[in-house]
């Protein structure tokens, strides 16, 4: 929902472009932060999900971390006022000049996901005479029950090291003069919203911690990664992600010892409600078996759909008052007398329209069958729910001009 004052502004903007309603954002961070510091949990923000200069400045005023996935990402944690002594740096391919670069700035933590990777770390910290603090990111085999696009903690997955490869990274890690041995990393997928999910994981991590110090390593971090859900049926009535019910999962049964400290990754359950893509409809097709209402927005600003088959609401704003109650408010619509295209009468009809983009592409569809009010050429379309993975995935495909980001404050 947007409120008339907002729905005004948007009238002058021009589309297509990210809202962010840095409210929202602040809510959500204060929730988070309260269920994570009441058990001493340290929460690192994964820069991968939004990293907008305004969104990261809010979130690191909250004091949290940065988990990064790339040489870039820790440069712009570092940026933005993320203390060094709380960036992570995770990714299956992390390039040489990547690794120095995280060397360079002294991060706290590499999560390693591969043997080869522990002795190429080692050798460059060797090289600037430094000491590479590590966790093993381990793949624990378990199912997120998530969409298998965005699982990652199953044995065919590309990322992390399977548990019968352990033995040679312990003898590894014993080589390793230059590298500190800090603890076990864990990140089993996205988008999850099954908690039992994350008791699964906590027994694997208690297992997997049992190990290490069966064998003589000291494990002071346990990091569980990220992947906590949102919902995307209810953008306005379940904005909050559930961190207490998340967190709490974790404080029942992880084994924590004395002195160990309990890290997480969240991205998407911080920025996904705070962002809505607002476009506009640019031409509406009646078809005989389909209505497409064309937007003046496509994959190349939101690419989810696309890519992972993601479910968005959509919503048209500038009806959004004429359904079912047959009474027009709607700002932009009733003043829109010199549009010819427009009735001046709301229509309460509800039509289906599949919901597409101007890009050259078929795949280029928000959604298929979208119930909505009767759309019209420059009506404004909300695509909710925008905030993690949206932004940051945009392309100059089709050589398209990069969506402004407007704020609410
Ligand atoms: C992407 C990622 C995260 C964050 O995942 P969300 O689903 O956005 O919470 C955390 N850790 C790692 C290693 C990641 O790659």
Not at 41 to 60: G, T
Not at 282 to 294: A, E, H, T
Not at 358 to 382: H, M, N, W, Y
Request: aromatic share 10%; glycine share 8%; with cysteine.
């Amino acid at each position: 929902m947007f409120n008339q004052d907002t729905i005004s502004r948007f009238q002058n903007i021009e589309t297509p472009f990210y809202y962010y309603n840095m409210e929202v954002l602040g809510q959500t961070l204060a929730a988070c932060h309260a269920a994570s510091s009441k058990y001493g949990f340290h929460v690192h923000y994964a820069m991968k999900a939004n990293f907008n200069p305004k969104v990261l400045e809010m979130i690191q005023s909250f004091d949290f971390g940065a988990d990064c996935v790339s040489g870039g990402e820790v440069m712009a944690a570092i940026e933005h006022g993320f203390g060094k002594e709380k960036v992570v740096f995770a990714g299956v391919g992390k390039s040489d000049k990547e690794i120095n670069a995280a060397l360079d700035v002294d991060i706290f933590c590499f999560n390693v996901e591969s043997v080869q990777e522990l002795v190429i770390i080692n050798d460059l910290a060797k090289a600037k005479n430094k000491t590479a603090g590590v966790a093993i990111r381990i793949n624990p085999n378990v199912d997120a029950h998530t969409h298998h696009y965005i699982t990652t903690g199953l044995d065919e997955n590309k990322f992390g090291i399977n548990t019968w490869q352990l033995g040679d990274v312990a003898e590894t890690l014993r080589g390793c003069k230059n590298l500190q041995f800090l603890g076990i990393h864990f990140h089993i997928g996205s988008q999850i919203t099954d908690l039992e999910v994350y008791r699964s994981l906590c027994i694997r991590i208690n297992e997997m911690q049992d190990w290490f110090e069966d064998r003589g390593f000291k494990v002071k971090v346990l990091n569980a990664g990220g992947g906590l859900g949102v919902d995307y049926y209810n953008p306005d009535t379940n904005t909050i992600a559930n961190f207490e019910g998340y967190f709490k999962v974790f404080k029942d049964f992880l084994n924590v010892k004395p002195g160990q400290e309990v890290h997480f990754e969240l991205g998407r359950a911080l920025v996904a409600q705070c962002a809505s893509l607002i476009s506009r409809v640019l031409y509406v097709k009646n078809g005989q078996k389909k209505n497409f209402l064309v937007l003046d927005a496509g994959m190349t600003e939101l690419m989810r759909p696309m890519l992972y088959q993601a479910y968005h609401e959509v919503e048209n704003i500038s009806r959004q008052w004429a359904v079912g109650s047959g009474q027009l408010s709607s700002p932009g619509v009733g003043r829109s007398e010199s549009s010819e295209d427009k009735p001046t009468h709301p229509s309460p009809l509800t039509t289906h329209y599949d919901v597409v983009g101007p890009i050259c592409e078929s795949t280029d569809c928000f959604r298929k069958d979208v119930p909505l009010p009767e759309s019209f050429r420059g009506d404004l379309i909300a695509v909710r729910t925008a905030g993690a993975y949206g932004e940051v995935m945009a392309s100059g495909y089709n050589l398209r001009t990069k969506a402004e980001s407007v704020y609410s404050e």
